[in-house]
């Protein structure tokens, strides 16, 4: 998720208004870039200064597909020695109108089906029959076409210089790019290359977090072709893979949004569907491949998300604990039994549910055919709360005299930044986008761009935080100062509002640490608390429609929990000034995993509850090992019991404090962070240290 | 109807076949100088104090409620055998408490295990064995005196309970050995002949051995009792004594717990 970027934002459409100011902030996230991938600024400065002939800006003034075509002009092309042929210029940037278009994937199925030759085929007239005239007239298709002239410019431009590269197979691959402009991809390793390429010219232009899809599916057909007719083993076909993902994890410095590993390359894997005989569930060699590949190659990023059902073959759950135990975080389990249900129950038809994948993270959608920003915004449910102890009189707070009246205080508050929050999204204004149009239903059919509703889908997601604090300060308030009467509300707000500090609080800060039950606990008052919570913000944003006729959906797993909690004063929950929000849903404290599957299972995940819902588990290494078996049917069981999604952090607090210390000998330590993985030593100290202490939690090191 | 207990655990891994919730129930009639759960050893509530809070080690609990809680993780008993398991203290010491229980999770299909150190009277014994599933038994130190001076245990009650359950119906695959090694008490040269010698008699029992280890010293220190720090075993001992109960029990493992 772009968090900084949305930060940024603001002030870059601000200086858009000149040239120059468009010019320097395009180059200060160049610098950003760049300090990344030389480690430091100094060293990120007089490269820059070296290179500065290559920066380019697309001119604003000319329509979109004009500035793709001109952008796919000027791009340096770099061809490798061997294997895939992948380059992002970092130099060449295409103009930003509004906010581009991210944090989707593409339906790279129809990619390797179509060619050029194809796509250009949509926008003649219709009239004048195929092949004969141009239909030029709206403003979408010139933008399209141009945009299309663009990317067979680039091939052509890439063909010419692999037939003078010294590549080890320049004649084969020089060939698949030729393929590109009139043929769908006939075999497994073009169909490869046919994904890399359309994935760089995203990456090119500005997009970001673009998610890969159901790759297992998707190449499904060309692999077994090359395998059935002896043009590749199962081994050629594994190494291919290796090769792809290892591509793929090229230019990680470009691709990392606001956190390094934050690139958004998620591959959906398996699923379940069903037809008119039954209920199924898809995988296929490849759904074994590139889980083994990820594992082999132990890489933060791309990163797997396995969607799961009751008929998932035990041996893909077991590689994929095995994978898990490896520590790099990766498959992230979805749970098609909920998820699919839950989809179309807000609206996806049933074809697009059963075919879902997620943006960057977490956040399920209908691939290929969506504008949808699954992570525009998010709200923080601690922050109203907060807000209300801050802003109501001693007198007022007095008379609050039941829980159910603090309870309606606390909505109402909640409720005005539910509204804040849809003011600002129908300000958004998009940046047109004929590379997505050309690939997005129902855009081409509608003749519509993108950027103003041309997709079948249209709606916004939103991310929430601070469930768990905001559950457990409000359960605390309930029972000490309305059932046990140990304090009234005005003396419990002073010590909030002291931060805990005197030392006469520390007795009743450990209370509040300690309440008990907590969020995540399988207690029916708790869960209360929690469905009246997220059900009422569903209320709120119930009425919403954006400009396009999309609705609001919602998640309960959000990547905001530091920034939000950084801003925000100290909490009931015994959660000090300034310290993080708790992470998705979780229960470090805990062991029994049992008990949080149990919690998080009865969650109302319906209507527009759905974006993104994940229990957040930390291990302790080892401990799927020793117990593969057990843990494979705990999975199973919790299948069935109804969790939404399930990630597992396999660390120990002892690595972490040493790699936190000495970065050098621990290079290759990768950890779980908001819905990606990422290298520890690439974290900023804030997210080491809160790893460090859920370790610290979960191994019983110290207490909440 | 109550029972006292100190501790619910779910998402028990290392308490028997699947995963299963484990219930200590407090109270124990041994000694053993290296329990590692010694808040169970006593048969009343003792209260302490951590962090300047006033804490207690155990409490009653309802027949009622604590199926409920048994209950709750059902979901998670269907695959491969989970269950419930009872351990402590010495579970059989309140069987006449649980039965009621027992009958009510038999009929509700619910696997059933015990842990127990067979410390308890024989009848109490026979309640239990139309329950159990499954059955752990502590095998520590053998020799008559040793067995009353260390542990407190009657060895010879400790053998005819022995020879009740392997005569009962159970499955001997669901009877196993436990078998905790240090080298101050259970693997001396002695005791280590005549557990080999128990075991070659009941050779159809599994067997399972594992170091102690120093974890409950903590506890203790709660309790203001004293504890024994031990020496750690090493590997080459733990497998010096797997291979000679290989040669009698080819099943044998060894666990760490």
């Given at each position: 998720m772009s968090f900084l970027k949305k930060i940024a934002k603001p002030v870059y459409h601000k200086a858009q208004d000149n040239s120059m100011g468009r010019r320097s902030i395009t180059l200060a996230f160049l610098l950003r870039r760049l300090t990344r991938r030389f480690g430091s600024k100094e060293k990120a400065s007089s490269y820059l200064a070296k290179n500065m002939h290559r920066f380019y800006i697309t001119g604003s003034k000319f329509n979109k597909g004009t500035q793709i075509k001109n952008l796919f002009r000027k791009v340096d092309i770099h061809i490798p020695k061997s294997g895939f042929i992948f380059f992002l210029d970092e130099f060449k940037h295409l103009s930003e109108d509004g906010h581009i278009i991210d944090n989707i994937s593409i339906d790279y199925s129809k990619v390797l089906k179509s060619s050029v030759y194809e796509y250009n085929e949509l926008y003649f007239h219709p009239k004048a029959g195929r092949g004969f005239a141009r239909d030029l007239s709206s403003d979408f298709i010139k933008n399209q076409l141009d945009a299309l002239d663009g990317i067979e410019l680039l091939i052509y431009r890439i063909i010419k210089k692999l037939r003078n590269s010294n590549h080890k197979d320049r004649a084969k691959f020089a060939r698949y790019f030729e393929n590109m402009i009139d043929k769908p991809a006939e075999h497994f390793e073009e169909a490869l290359q046919r994904i890399l390429f359309y994935n760089q010219l995203l990456w090119q232009t500005g997009?970001?977090?673009?998610g890969l899809g159901r790759l297992d599916k998707i190449l499904e057909d060309c692999y077994f072709d090359d395998l059935n007719s002896g043009l590749i083993t199962q081994e050629d076909a594994y190494d291919l893979i290796k090769s792809f993902l290892k591509t793929l994890h090229t230019y990680y410095w470009y691709k990392s949004a606001a956190l390094m590993g934050d690139t958004g390359q998620v591959i959906i894997l398996g699923g379940k569907y069903d037809d008119e005989y039954g209920e199924y569930y898809f995988y296929n060699d490849l759904t074994y491949m590139f889980i083994r590949a990820i594992k082999e190659l132990h890489l933060p990023d791309p990163k797997v998300l396995l969607r799961v059902s009751s008929e998932t073959p035990r041996d893909l759950i077991e590689l994929s604990l095995e994978t898990i135990n490896t520590g790099i975080g990766s498959p992230l389990f979805s749970n098609d039994e909920v998820v699919i249900d839950k989809m179309i129950e807000f609206g996806y038809d049933k074809e697009d549910a059963n075919n879902y994948v997620v943006s960057a993270c977490w956040e399920p959608s209908a691939v290929g055919k969506g504008f949808e920003q699954n992570n525009i915004n998010f709200i923080s449910y601690l922050k109203p709360l907060n807000e209300f102890f801050d802003n109501e009189t001693e007198q007022f707070l007095e008379n609050v005299n039941s829980f159910g009246e603090l309870f309606n205080s606390y909505k109402y508050y909640l409720k005005k930044d539910a509204d804040e929050l849809i003011a600002f999204l129908d300000n958004i204004e998009w940046n047109n986008d004929p590379l997505l149009s050309l690939f997005i239903d129902d855009c081409n059919e509608k003749n519509m761009d993108i950027s103003q509703g041309g997709a079948k889908y249209n709606h916004y997601g939103i991310t929430t935080v601070g469930l768990a604090n905001t559950v457990n300060s409000l359960y605390a308030i309930k029972k000490l100062?309305?059932?046990?009467?140990?304090?009234s509300l005005n003396e419990l707000n002073k010590m909030r509002k002291n931060n805990f500090k005197k030392d006469k609080y520390q007795a009743i800060l450990t209370d509040l640490k300690n309440v008990n039950p907590r969020f995540g606990m399988d207690d029916e008052e708790i869960l209360d608390i929690s469905n009246e919570i997220i059900q009422f913000l569903e209320d709120c944003f119930k009425d919403y429609t954006n400009k396009f006729g999309g609705k609001i959906k919602f998640g309960l797993s959000a990547p905001s929990y530091i920034s939000a909690g950084a801003e925000i004063n100290a909490s009931f929950d015994g959660r000090k000034a300034g310290e993080p929000l708790s992470t998705h849903i979780s229960l470090d404290t805990n062991k029994d995993f049992t008990e949080v599957l149990r919690f998080a299972s009865k969650l109302d995940y319906g209507g527009a509850k759905f974006n993104g819902n994940v229990v957040d588990l930390m291990l302790s290494p080892d401990f799927i090992k020793n117990h593969t078996d057990k843990f494979t049917d705990f999975i199973y069981s919790s299948i069935q019991l109804g969790f939404f999604q399930m990630q597992m952090n396999v660390v120990d607090s002892k690595t972490l404090i040493e790699a936190k210390e000495n970065p050098e000998a621990h290079p290759n330590l990768i950890v779980r962070v908001w819905g990606f993985s990422a290298y520890f030593n690439d974290l900023p100290e804030e997210y080491q240290d809160l790893l460090i202490s859920r370790a610290l939690k979960n191994e019983g090191k110290i207490a909440s | 109807m109550t029972v006292r207990i100190t501790n619910i655990q779910h998402f028990s891994l290392d308490d028997g076949p699947g995963i299963r919730t484990t219930v200590f129930l407090k109270g124990c009639n041994l000694t053993c100088p290296w329990c590692c759960n010694p808040e169970n050893i006593s048969f009343e509530i003792e209260n302490y104090t951590h962090n300047s809070q006033n804490e207690s080690f155990g409490y009653d609990i309802s027949l009622k409620d604590l199926e409920k809680e048994i209950l709750k993780d059902e979901a998670f008993y269907v695959e491969n055998n989970g269950g419930v398991t009872f351990s402590g203290g010495e579970p059989l010491l309140q069987i006449r408490e649980l039965e009621p229980l027992l009958k009510s999770l038999k009929s509700k299909n619910i696997n059933i295990c015990f842990e127990t150190s067979l410390s308890a009277p024989s009848n109490l014994l026979e309640i239990a064995i139309q329950y159990i599933d499954e059955i752990f038994i502590d095998m520590k130190v053998l020799d008559k005196k040793e067995a009353k001076n260390v542990l407190n245990l009657d060895i010879d009650l400790y053998y005819e309970n022995l020879e009740l359950i392997n005569s009962s119906n159970l499955d001997k695959k669901n009877i196993t050995f436990r078998i905790p090694l240090n080298n101050e008490y259970t693997l001396k040269e002695e005791n280590i002949k005549d557990i080999l010698n128990c075991i070659e008699k009941y050779a159809d029992f599994n067997v399972e051995i594992f170091k102690t280890h120093n974890l409950a010293e903590s506890k203790c220190k709660s309790l203001n009792q004293e504890f024994t720090i031990f020496s750690p075993v090493d590997d080459e001992a733990l497998n010096e004594v797997l291979e000679k109960i290989q040669e009698l029990n080819s099943n044998a493992k060894i666990i760490s717990l």
């Open positions: 997009h970001g977090l673009n100062v309305f059932e046990d009467r140990k304090y | -």
